[in-house]
């Protein structure tokens, strides 16, 4: 699991600003949405959360969150 949370940290989480890699699968998906909202008020837009909330429920049933 910390090899994945490297890659989504290099990947995704860094590349939009986030400093901090996460601890857990939890703090990841919590620091991509805290990012996420700060980048559309920013920018002035709207992002789907449709995929967000498909991921959070995934989590969920696997009780990592």
């Not at 986030?18 to 805290?34: K, S």
Request: no cysteine; charged share 30%; proline share 3%.
């Amino acid at each position: 699991m910390a090899e994945h949370l490297a890659q989504l940290f290099d990947r995704l989480l860094d590349p939009i600003g986030v400093t901090e890699r996460p601890a857990d699968i939890a703090a990841a998906i919590d620091a991509f949405a805290g990012r996420r909202d700060q980048l559309e008020r920013d920018y002035g837009v709207t992002v789907s959360r449709a995929l967000e909330e498909e991921v959070r429920a995934g989590i969920r049933r696997l009780g990592l969150a």
